[in-house]
């Protein structure tokens, strides 16, 4: 299963890292790919939506929910 996920304060790669690693945490065994450009982040694996919500923002970011399609 794979959803997007709007992210919002993402500005470099350092950024992308934090979120990526923050979701792994969260979701063990998940692959995450960040997209910076349109603040996108694609979660592959089965998660709780609720457990990276709350990554992203323990991690500092602005969880902007379902990125639209």
Same mark, same amino acid.
């Given at each position: 299963?794979?959803?997007?996920? *709007? !992210?919002?304060?993402?500005?470099?790669?350092?950024?992308?890292?934090? &979120?990526?690693? $923050? /979701?792994?945490? @969260?979701?063990?065994?998940?692959?995450?790919?960040?997209d910076?450009?349109? *603040? !996108?982040?694609?979660?592959?694996?089965?998660?709780?939506?609720?457990? &990276?919500?709350? $990554? /992203?923002?323990? @991690?500092?970011?602005?969880?902007?929910?379902?990125?639209?399609?």
């Amino acid at each position: 299963m794979s959803k997007e996920y *709007g !992210v919002g304060g993402m500005t470099c790669g350092g950024c992308a890292r934090s &979120v990526t690693n $923050a /979701v792994q945490r @969260a979701a063990p065994g998940v692959q995450v790919a960040i997209d910076l450009a349109r *603040g !996108v982040a694609t979660v592959e694996g089965a998660h709780d939506e609720a457990r &990276v919500r709350r $990554a /992203v923002e323990d @991690a500092g970011f602005e969880w902007k929910g379902a990125a639209p399609a």
